[in-house]
Every structure is written in structure tokens, then in C-alpha cells.
């Protein structure tokens, strides 16, 4: 079936450099996808979002970058901190506009950052 | 906003027991959504609901999970009889229909012995 996927389970960086988090999915009628992070103990928080029409979107720190040609998008956390320690997962909803579809998720890329 | 709310946050019980877990979903929002997390199957979708109405459970695993949501501000997941392979970290989430963006619970820890 298809499923939405990450690349790397871990990425390790030092504090203060910029954070590349990748995520490939394979429903080419996803037209709304998400970033979430998810600490230690808590449920996932909402990072970004970015709709199919659109190729970039940034937020405080964080950029969100689609390629629908190659069905990749990533993640970039500029100057990452120690609170950017966590597991960061993509999902997507192919239901357009639509909060009332379930998401389906990758499963995640534990996000470490060195002192 | 006090958030999702769910219930209990830890719930440990011997295999065949009766489990109940439990959501509050934002004020407002008109859309439930329960998740199981694991680490072998990471975050996967159990059922849905928009306006206290089942739209999708074809995530529940077997016929021993059942959810309910009887208002809107209240929802539950039973699981009888518990075995050893329902522990996981379950989440509710709730959006406003319509919206896109779902906010998750804290999550209920279930272990089952």
C-alpha cells in the first residue's frame, strides 16, 4: 500500500548549525502534508504545514520544502537548539482542505543535537 | 484552551481485562481521531469521527476495539478482552471541521501483562 516514509531514523548535529530532515512519500494524490515533533513522554506537537500547491513554506526557524515531482519534502530547523531534541515525524492527508481524514505518518527521525 | 485531554495517562492490566481509554477533544473542534503508537508500527490511524459520527474505522485492528463518542466533547476507546500485544501509547486528536491541522492528546501508556 502506500505509506509515507523517512529516510534517516537518526540525525545527529551540533548545537547552533542548521537541521535537514528528510521524508519521501509515495501518494501522488497527497495535496497536504505536516510536520510534527514529538518529545519525550508528550504527543506530537505541529510543526508546519504545507499544502501541494505550494513548493516552500517558512515558520519561525523552520522551513518546510516540497518537490512533488520527486514526492520528497524536508524539513530545515535553522540554528538548531537543545529544545530541538525530539523525534520529528511527516505525515500526510489526502483529503484536500480536509482535517477529516486521518493522517498517515512516516516513522520518524530522531533529531540529536550535540552541545 | 486547556487542550486535548485524555485519560489515564498509565494504565497497566493482566491480559482479558477490560480497558477504557478516554478523550476530550478542543472545544469547538468537530473532528476525533484515535491513534496507536509502537515502535515497530510507529503512529498509525485506529478510526475517526466528524460530528460524534464513525466515518473510518478500518484502522481498528480487531473486533475486541470499540469507540464510541456519544457527545461532542467526549470520546472513548474499550479494548475486550486486553492482550499483551494492545501495549502501546494510544492518542487522541481533534481538529475543527474542516481544518487541517490536528491537535494530539498527551496520550494514555498502555501496558497489558
Known amino acids: 500500500g502506500e505509506s509515507v516514509g523517512l529516510h534517516l531514523p537518526t540525525l545527529s548535529v551540533q548545537e547552533g548549525d542548521n537541521s535537514i530532515i528528510n521524508c519521501a512519500y509515495s501518494?501522488?494524490?497527497?495535496?497536504?502534508f505536516i510536520w510534527y515533533k514529538q518529545e519525550s513522554g508528550k504527543g506530537p506537537q505541529f510543526i508546519i504545514d504545507i499544502r501541494s500547491n505550494m513548493d516552500k513554506r517558512q515558520g519561525q526557524r523552520v522551513t518546510v520544502l516540497l518537490n512533488k515531482t520527486v514526492k520528497h519534502l524536508s524539513l530545515q530547523i535553522a540554528a538548531t537548539q537543545p529544545g530541538d531534541s525530539a523525534v520529528y515525524f511527516c505525515?500526510?492527508?489526502?483529503?484536500?482542505?480536509?482535517?477529516?481524514?486521518?493522517?498517515?505518518f512516516g516513522k520518524g527521525t530522531h533529531l540529536i543535537i550535540q552541545p | 484552551d486547556a487542550g486535548v485531554i485524555q485519560s489515564p495517562r498509565h494504565e497497566v492490566t493482566e491480559m482479558g481485562q477490560e480497558v477504557t481509554l478516554r478523550c476530550k477533544p478542543i472545544?469547538?473542534?468537530?473532528?476525533l481521531f484515535w491513534y496507536r503508537q509502537t515502535m515497530m508500527r510507529g503512529l498509525e490511524l485506529l478510526i475517526y469521527f466528524n460530528n460524534n459520527v464513525p466515518i473510518d474505522d478500518s484502522g481498528m485492528p480487531e473486533d475486541r476495539f470499540s469507540a464510541k463518542m456519544p457527545n461532542a466533547s467526549f470520546s472513548t476507546l474499550k479494548i475486550q478482552p486486553s492482550e499483551p500485544r494492545d501495549s502501546a501509547v494510544y492518542f487522541c486528536?481533534?481538529?475543527?471541521?474542516?481544518?487541517?491541522?490536528?491537535?494530539f492528546g498527551p496520550g494514555t501508556r498502555l501496558t497489558v501483562l
Open positions: 486528536a481533534s481538529t475543527r471541521s474542516g481544518g487541517d491541522t490536528q491537535y
Open positions: 472545544s469547538g473542534h468537530n473532528s
Open positions: 505525515a500526510e492527508n489526502g483529503n484536500s482542505g480536509g482535517g477529516a481524514d486521518g493522517l498517515t
Open positions: 501518494n501522488s494524490a497527497s495535496d497536504y
